[in-house]
């Protein structure tokens, strides 16, 4: 592939992965999860801010810090791979006439 339009579908790649963050959860399947999952989350660090000391405190911030950072390069490599996915390996589906497909938050839409 010619490293001009590289650059370009990279580029594109990392807008609209970018765009995608940056919108709300509003439409999420399953938001009551992950609203029950983060409210138990903010619980458990308050109870360890409350009991560690000020060393420890440092430590916790600093491993949620690198588990965020983590969690960003593979969320970043899988919607990468998807794009490719849905560029490549699902290029046939256009060939099809009435397709069920997924709109990106889990709930099946169909088109015709």
């Given at each position: 592939?010619?490293k ?24 999420m ?33 600093e ?8 969690l960003?390069?593979?969320?970043r ?13 699902l ?7 009435d ?12 088109e015709?």
């Amino acid at each position: 592939m010619n490293k001009t339009l590289k650059t370009v579908i990279d580029g594109a790649i990392r807008n609209e992965f970018n765009y995608t963050q940056e919108g709300n959860l509003e439409g999420m399947k399953d938001i009551n999860k992950y609203d029950q999952l983060s409210e138990r989350c903010n619980e458990i660090q308050h109870i360890l801010n409350e009991h560690l000391s000020k060393e420890f405190k440092g430590l916790l911030e600093e491993f949620d810090c690198k588990s965020t950072d983590l969690l960003c390069l593979e969320i970043r490599y899988y919607f990468r791979k998807g794009v490719i996915a849905g560029l490549t390996n699902l290029n046939f589906l256009k060939e099809v006439k009435d397709i069920y497909y997924i709109d990106g938050i889990g709930e099946c839409e169909y088109e015709k």
